[in-house]
């Protein structure tokens, strides 16, 4: 399939986006998120508060070695994550159902700019606190009876759209 090795992938250029784990419990989510960030060139994941890191044997059974290829760090908590990537220029973005957030397909991430996703805990989602602190609240807009999606499922839809929008693909349509 062509794809570059591990230290060839961590090497080349990444989508401006590092992707903000609030306190995730299950470590298969977690292990999903790395393997969807290394799917879409994610800049990096921040693991914090309860959020488990690698080496995990569990982590590995769903990142299939995306923990070897992703950079990531540690914060004992997400607000220091969240200060952390403000001052290195990042947009900061809770991906949470609340009253004034902005529905996923309208929001247009810009070229030049850093973002960070914040993806929220299985069950409390982002923290209230995390929310207040961050510049935009995203929602996925959803039709069924449940008011969410599965964490590593919404980190998924959340980056696809960062990644179409602020793509390194040369062209997007020829490889469709």
């Known amino acids: 399939m062509g794809r570059p090795n591990v230290e060839t992938f961590r090497k080349s250029p990444k989508i401006p986006v590092a992707l903000v784990l609030d306190n995730v419990r299950s470590l298969n989510n977690i292990g999903s998120m ?3 960030s290394d799917a879409f060139a994610v800049s990096e994941i921040c693991l914090c508060g309860i959020s488990a890191t690698p080496p995990s044997p569990e982590i590995h059974k769903t990142a299939l070695g995306a923990e070897d290829s992703v950079a990531w760090r540690y914060f004992p908590s997400t607000l220091e994550a969240l200060e952390a990537l403000r001052a290195e220029g990042h947009v900061l973005c809770a991906l949470e159902l609340a009253h004034d957030s902005v529905s996923l397909e309208r929001y247009k991430p810009e070229a030049g700019k850093k973002y960070a996703i914040v993806a929220g805990n299985e ?17 996925i807009p959803q039709l069924g009876t449940k008011h969410s999606l599965n964490v590593a499922i919404s980190a998924a839809v959340a980056l696809w759209h960062f990644f179409e929008a602020l793509s390194l693909r040369k062209d997007l349509g020829a490889q469709a």
Do not use: N
């Not at 069950?123 to 929602?139: Q, R």
């Open 34 to 36: 790395f393997r969807t």
């Open 123 to 139: 069950v409390d989602g982002v923290d209230e606190a995390v929310v207040a602190a961050c510049d935009v609240c995203l929602e």
